[in-house]
């Protein structure tokens, strides 16, 4: 199969011929000039926002609490102990599979976890923001062009934020502009399909940009059924593996935060409360109204003059396609409630968006455009901020960097000291003393501590905590860190939610669970009710709480994969009740 999308197509539309020196388009240099002017600006038009994106990451550099979610994963394939955040608890506790496996080999080569994913996320944003250059200046073929899309979010502090952030989003701009600069220059490329078909190990929800982007590639290449099956087997191959891997190796379909975070639920006035908080502070509507106004003049050169044939639809598709994607992402996003970080999940939706428009042709109209986004730019850059900076909002949506700049003291928060929340500090002392006591030891939080079970297997240390990523930086390997909101205990993840409590934090397993699950009999805490402690005992022992347990800590033998693989869907949809009573009635009969 060869492409019918090249710089040399027809479609492609031809200089215009110069205009009078009377008329007012002699402001603007004639063909000729043009292409000169164009040879020498296109290095600058892609690159110079790659450039922009790295200096202000850089600038603003942190590492946020989920990513030290990963570097406990990370840290313990890398001891031996498989792709885990405890060992002997098989839980997948990493949304971004792909970047848990890119940090693995980065430590695997002697790179410090935290380095790699602070400097690698910014290192991957600026390159996702080089492809997208270079995929808009293909777009327009030889053209002159100036930025457009790119000053959009070259002046949105949470671009800033989360270029670094240790989070999977830098390798989410590297990946969704690199698919779609591969759709536009070899759309009939199987390694072109093998890139865009990653979406959902790059992060689960970004599979719905790879169904877009492979759509659009059959549409430019119509292969044949052949050719049909070898690109979707080629797009598939990996995210099939490795579901394959995790319905066994796991016993779920998806990463535990998605059963956390009740992902296919819809929570649509939390959702457009958040794209709300995002919009809002930024004035998003002033660059959209640019965006448009440069967006309509060039619309028919897209297409080409003879409407949508063959050629028409060679260059309109890379066009469309990121634009449906991103809007399909916000919706989905918006579906589920949003995020308790401001913007963070909104970003790469915002990224598609924009792509067709990252550079746009240098005509009146465009170049007026650049210039009122521009303008915007700088006075969003510079003074528009959202009213709870450093705080939580009265929504639950966090200034995420903000916050962890506060609680450590440092404009730069990337080794959390947490020397400016006495919180976190008082439970991390209790951590500690309970390490270096030597004696097994049950952490309820901050509230206090019991005996932990002393035998064959048991963990040195058992410790729960809201906090995780912090709480696996405490807790030594061989211990079990783990979360009442169950982004990395099971239990927990498959509880009810309580509701009232922010998103993604709305689930809240009571001690009770804790100490049946993991306490000594009769050793209870005098807060938690022991009639609690041994309904919640017997409720773990009946159904599909005691399946889950099985396929998540019994031993990993050749029928327990299978039998993980078969009950996958059945146990992801599994749900109980938080109260122990309620759950003991319905689980044990």
């Known amino acids: 199969m060869t492409s019918t999308h090249s710089p040399a197509h027809p479609s492609y539309p031809k200089p215009r011929p110069p205009s009078s020196p009377s008329s007012a388009r002699s402001l603007l240099p004639g063909p000729g000039q043009r292409a000169v002017w164009a040879d020498r600006a296109r290095p600058a038009v892609w690159l110079g926002p790659a450039l922009v994106v790295a200096y202000a990451g ?18 313990q394939v890398l001891a031996g102990n498989g792709p885990v955040f405890n060992a002997g608890d098989r839980v997948e506790s990493s949304t971004g599979t792909l970047w848990q496996w890119l940090l693995v080999a980065a430590g695997a080569v002697g790179v410090d976890p935290v380095s790699a994913a ?69 759309p009939a490329s199987l390694v072109t399909a093998a890139v865009i078909g990653l979406g959902p190990l790059v992060r689960p929800d970004l599979g719905l940009v790879s169904v877009v982007f492979l759509g659009a590639q059959w549409l430019l290449v119509r292969p044949s059924w052949r050719g049909a099956l070898g690109g979707a087997g080629a797009a598939g191959a990996l995210p099939a593996a490795y579901e394959v891997f995790r319905a066994g190796y796991y016993g779920h379909l998806v990463p535990l935060p998605a059963v956390t975070k009740e992902a296919s639920q819809s929570l649509w006035g939390r959702g457009l409360g958040y794209l709300g908080d995002f919009a809002h502070p930024y004035l998003l509507w002033v660059p959209a109204l640019f965006v448009a106004a440069a967006v309509l003049p060039v619309r028919g050169g897209l297409g080409g003059r003879g409407g949508l044939g063959d050629s028409g639809v060679a260059r309109l598709v890379p066009v469309l396609a990121p634009v449906v994607a991103g809007a399909l992402c916000w919706l989905y996003v918006i579906k589920v409630g949003g995020d308790f970080m401001h913007g963070r999940m909104l970003l790469p939706g915002l990224l598609l968006m924009l792509m067709p428009v990252f550079v746009v042709p240098v005509t009146r109209v465009g170049a007026l455009a650049a210039v009122g986004v521009g303008l915007w730019a700088v006075v969003c850059a510079g003074w528009l901020r959202i009213p709870y900076g450093g705080q939580i909002g009265p929504a639950g949506i966090a200034d995420e960097r903000g916050v962890y700049v506060r609680h450590n003291a440092d404009p730069h928060p990337v080794r959390h000291t947490f020397v400016g929340a006495p919180h976190h500090l008082e439970y991390a002392r209790k951590v500690w003393a309970a390490r270096y006591s030597g004696a097994p030891a049950l952490l309820f939080g901050k509230e206090g501590r019991v005996a932990a079970p002393v035998g064959a297997g048991a963990p040195s240390m058992t410790a729960s905590y809201v906090v995780l990523g912090l709480n696996g930086s405490l807790v030594p390997l061989d211990g079990a860190a783990l979360d009442p909101i169950g982004l990395a205990y099971p239990v927990a993840a498959h509880s009810e939610r309580v509701g009232g409590g922010r998103v993604g934090h709305d689930k809240r397993l009571p001690a009770a669970w804790l100490a049946a699950d993991r306490g000594v009999r009769g050793d209870v805490p005098d807060w938690v009710d022991p009639a609690q402690v041994a309904a919640a005992r017997r409720a773990l022992r009946c159904g599909g709480l005691a399946e889950l347990n099985s396929a998540t800590r019994g031993p990993l033998t050749p029928s327990r994969f299978l039998r993980n693989a078969a009950g996958a869907w059945e146990r992801t949809s599994f749900r109980f009740p938080n109260d122990p009573v309620r759950a003991e009635r319905e689980l044990c009969g």
């Open 118 to 186: 602070v400097l690698g996320g910014l290192l991957l944003t600026a390159v996702g923001f080089a492809f997208a250059g270079l995929g808009a200046l293909r777009t327009y073929g030889g053209r002159a062009t100036v930025p457009l899309g790119s000053l959009v979010l070259l002046g949105l502090p949470p671009v800033w934020d989360f270029a670094t952030s240790g989070l999977e989003t830098g390798l989410a701009t590297c990946w969704i502009a690199g698919a779609w600069l591969a759709l536009i220059t070899r």
């Open 58 to 75: 850089f600038q603003r550099r942190w590492m946020s609490d989920d990513a030290y979610i990963y570097v406990r994963t990370v840290r």
